[in-house]
């Protein structure tokens, strides 16, 4: 069994200076933590993966392709592989869990 805590992965991720974290990386798929301070900016490019977002905590907007909706705690969002998509109108610092299927490259 591997199993984390949220408190942990995010003291990791703090530590290690960066937005994301991969935590868990398997045969088909791989999970990690994201996450943007208010206001801040999303850098993110299309990926080569099927994604699903899910919001641990904060508010935001994200558009995916041509579509946009507001976010918070609980939202869980499916970005389809190649499709453009970024959090924006960051209003509370957003942690999110994401599922690359398969792994991210």
Same mark, same amino acid.
């Given at each position: +069994? *591997?199993? $984390?805590?949220?408190?942990? /992965? !995010?003291? !990791?991720?703090? &530590?290690?200076?960066? &937005?994301?974290?991969q935590f868990l990386r398997?045969?088909? +798929?791989?999970? %990690?933590?994201?996450? /943007?301070? &208010?206001?801040?900016?999303?850098? @993110?490019?299309?990926? *080569?993966?099927?994604?699903?977002? $899910? =919001?641990?905590?904060?508010?935001?907007?994200?558009?995916? %392709?041509?579509?946009?909706? @507001? =976010? %918070?705690? %609980?939202s869980v969002v499916y970005?389809p592989a190649g499709v453009?998509? *970024? $959090?924006?109108?960051?209003?509370?610092?957003?942690?999110? +869990?994401?599922? $690359?299927? #398969? #792994?991210?490259?």
């Amino acid at each position: +069994m *591997k199993a $984390f805590r949220l408190d942990e /992965l !995010e003291a !990791e991720r703090a &530590a290690n200076d960066g &937005a994301y974290l991969q935590f868990l990386r398997e045969r088909n +798929m791989s999970v %990690g933590l994201y996450a /943007l301070d &208010a206001g801040q900016l999303d850098p @993110q490019q299309p990926h *080569k993966e099927d994604e699903v977002y $899910f =919001v641990v905590s904060g508010r935001a907007s994200i558009t995916v %392709g041509t579509e946009t909706t @507001q =976010v %918070g705690r %609980g939202s869980v969002v499916y970005v389809p592989a190649g499709v453009p998509h *970024k $959090f924006h109108h960051i209003t509370e610092d957003l942690r999110v +869990m994401v599922v $690359f299927s #398969p #792994p991210e490259s």
